[in-house]
């Protein structure tokens, strides 16, 4: 039996819109039909398991992991309960639920499975096997997201996981069913009106999806904690699901990285991405050097000779051109027109960490 591995990694939004009332907003048509792509593309990779990672499924004692074979029920959304019900019956991987269990505790991790008729699936596991795999054709299985845990606890939960995909040869699918930033607006909105919750939100998201085209996956990793400070409700204690993501695909900066959607929901920012595991070439950041057992010379990634760094720059010109985002995203809540207002195209620039700024007498507020 050769090996197994993930032949594929998909980010998805977590709210019923796209399932229930993509007609109401163009935008929540683009994510359905950026679902349909993804769901397309799952199909044709011949992958035998989906794995998903899901932030609306919060647990507090470890990890929980579904092991119903067929959980069965009809989910209304907590928030959007107007839209409509959402029934559903879902194939689930036991063996593999109970092997990632096992996995789990031998890497020294708090977990349990959960088998029980009538048990709640959340909704951002409901949506993302609804539309990612709406026949059932391949079984799944789905993790919650410790509210508690941070990045060492959330890497080994992956490493746990790999452990399991290798040994038992599956072609596994690794999902996140997340927003980007997840402000939402506290009072009711017309369909019609949905836009990004704020311009600093807007911009934070971008230059998120600016590094999951590139493939920079391990970067958004290591920028968890300063998102979750900059565009996230504090209602857990960090933006979790980039590292697990990441772990799941070995800590890769390299990766084939495609974004088929960015939208709004009710001013939280959506998007669907595909990020395939075919590299997409060697990187000229520091995270990018070498990580050597036996010294052969550097690879000059910083100490570049003029040659050299003309080279890096002409790639990173041609880099640049291809992931122009074409200015048909979702459109901002709020433009900053006022009189000191200090915006640029993309971020960080001569604003450092914030793309945005505004100048009051001698002091310039980020």
């Not at 032949?7 to 994510?31: C, D, F, K």
């Not at 599956?170 to 930033?181: C, D, G, Q, V």
Request: with cysteine; charged share 25%; proline share 5%.
């Amino acid at each position: 039996m050769s090996e197994g591995e993930i032949i594929g990694s998909y980010i998805v939004p977590v709210h019923p819109h796209t399932y229930l009332v993509p007609e109401q907003n163009p935008g929540w048509a683009n994510l359905r039909a950026a679902f349909d792509e993804a769901a397309l593309r799952i199909k044709n990779s011949e992958a035998d398991l989906l794995i998903i990672y899901s932030t609306t499924w919060p647990s507090i004692i470890g990890h929980q992991i579904q092991a119903d074979p067929n959980p069965e029920w009809v989910m209304v959304d907590h928030d959007f309960h107007d839209l409509g019900s959402i029934p559903y019956s879902f194939n689930i991987d036991t063996e593999f639920a109970h092997a990632w269990n096992d996995a789990n505790q031998e890497r020294g991790l708090k977990s349990r499975t959960i088998n029980y008729h009538g048990f709640p699936i959340d909704v951002g596991s409901v949506i993302a096997l609804k539309l990612l795999n709406p026949d059932n054709a391949i079984p799944a299985v789905i993790v919650s997201s410790n509210v508690y845990a941070n990045r060492s606890e959330t890497s080994v939960l992956a490493k746990a996981c790999l452990d399991v995909v290798r040994s038992t040869g599956r072609k596994a699918i690794a999902i996140t069913a997340m927003s980007l930033s997840n402000r939402m607006f506290t009072e009711n909105i017309e369909p019609k009106d949905d836009k990004i919750h704020s311009l600093k939100d807007d911009e934070w998201n971008c230059k998120i999806l600016e590094l999951m085209e590139m493939g920079r996956l391990e970067d958004v990793g290591q920028l968890s904690r300063t998102i979750q400070k900059q565009i996230r409700v504090q209602k857990v204690v960090a933006f979790k699901p980039m590292w697990w993501l990441s772990a799941m695909n070995d800590n890769r900066n390299d990766l084939t990285g495609e974004v088929l959607a960015y939208e709004a929901i009710h001013g939280a920012g959506a998007a669907v991405i595909h990020l395939d595991p075919t590299s997409c070439g060697t990187g000229d950041k520091e995270y990018d050097e070498d990580d050597v057992e036996y010294f052969h010379g550097d690879r000059s990634v910083l100490d570049s000779n003029d040659s050299e760094s003309s080279s890096i720059d002409d790639a990173v010109e041609e880099t640049d051109e291809e992931i122009v985002v074409e200015e048909s995203g979702p459109e901002l809540w709020e433009a900053t027109t006022a009189d000191g207002s200090v915006n640029t195209d993309s971020a960080p620039k001569p604003v450092g960490a914030y793309p945005h700024a505004r100048r009051v007498g001698d002091l310039l507020y980020l």
